[in-house]
């Protein structure tokens, strides 16, 4: 039986995890219960009545759908120019040894560390002068180029459980490293492409500052961006419709996880092959 030390030392650390779960949950409760509220304000609180007029306000091209639109536009594209780029710089990494593979890994993994707003100015001033500025292609590319680091790191290490032998068996029958590449390896390390793109994609869904320095023109605000509208002058806040439009901001990304979710829990299922 568990001594006594033991079990205080148990709800203790239970305890810590419930007040952590609570400080997690209390905004999230926040935003639910404010979005169905016609009172809505600062603090969490059950509605005196549920009403659905905060969605009903925010649910207009302006607000939402043109916001919402060009976020999918910049992030998809993004996401999927990262994944692509990540996997053709992470393969010779994975595959072929030489003695600038360490060099390039710690190259990227500094850049890592370097802040966005360090070098916001000289690429805004990059951007003015090769006309990509205030451009929603511009923006993806600066998008993929500040995941593209961590994201060839996270490629790398998830191409690495993938068997080589498994390609040796592919070129034998006439397919190249490309084809390897794009038939053996990314199919088999689904859940790690999974976990690229989810982790590419939220990162940019909500980057506020990059979309709000590159792109001048209203229309083409992202709803990162957007959100802001609701803060007005004087300290006034539309908190219920805040609210409303958090949901909605949120429920792209819910559904890509949820979406993903199944096959990154699923591992990687290559012993079989392996023995096969």
């Known amino acids: 039986m568990p001594s006594r030390r033991t079990t205080t030392h148990r709800l203790a650390a239970d305890a810590v995890l419930l007040l952590l779960a609570a ?39 302006e607000i939402t759908f043109t916001p919402l639109l060009n976020s999918l536009l910049l992030c998809g594209g993004g996401t999927a120019l990262t994944v692509a780029c990540a996997a053709l710089a992470a393969y010779p990494l994975s595959r072929y040894r030489s003695r600038l593979n360490r060099p390039f890994l710690l190259t ?98 909500g980057n506020f500052f990059v979309p709000f320095m590159l792109l001048l023109t209203p229309e ?25 439009f958090s949901v909605i901001y949120s429920t792209p990304v819910v559904l890509l996880y949820v979406l993903v979710a199944r096959r990154v829990g699923g591992g990687f299922a290559l012993g079989g092959a392996v023995k096969g």
């Open 220 to 244: 083409q605000m992202p709803a990162a961006v957007s959100i802001n509208e609701f803060f007005g002058n004087r300290g006034m806040v539309a908190y219920g419709q805040l609210a409303a």
């Open 23 to 61: 400080v997690f949950l209390l905004p999230l409760a926040w935003v639910l219960l404010s979005s169905v509220d016609p009172e809505a304000n600062l603090k969490v609180k059950l509605p005196s009545g549920v009403t659905l007029s905060n969605f009903d306000a925010i649910l207009t091209p």
């Open 108 to 205: 990227i993994l500094f850049a890592t560390s370097l802040p966005i707003t360090a070098i916001m100015v000289p690429v805004y001033a990059l951007f003015v002068r090769v006309n990509l500025i205030d451009t929603l292609q511009g923006t993806i590319f600066f998008f993929a180029a500040s995941q593209l680091p961590f994201a060839i790191w996270l490629m790398k290490n998830f191409m690495d459980g993938v068997p080589k032998e498994l390609e040796e068996a592919a070129w034998t029958d006439g397919a190249s490293s490309f084809q390897g590449l794009v038939r053996i390896v990314l199919p088999l390390m689904g859940p790690g492409v999974a976990v690229v793109t989810v982790f590419s994609f939220v990162m940019m869904w």
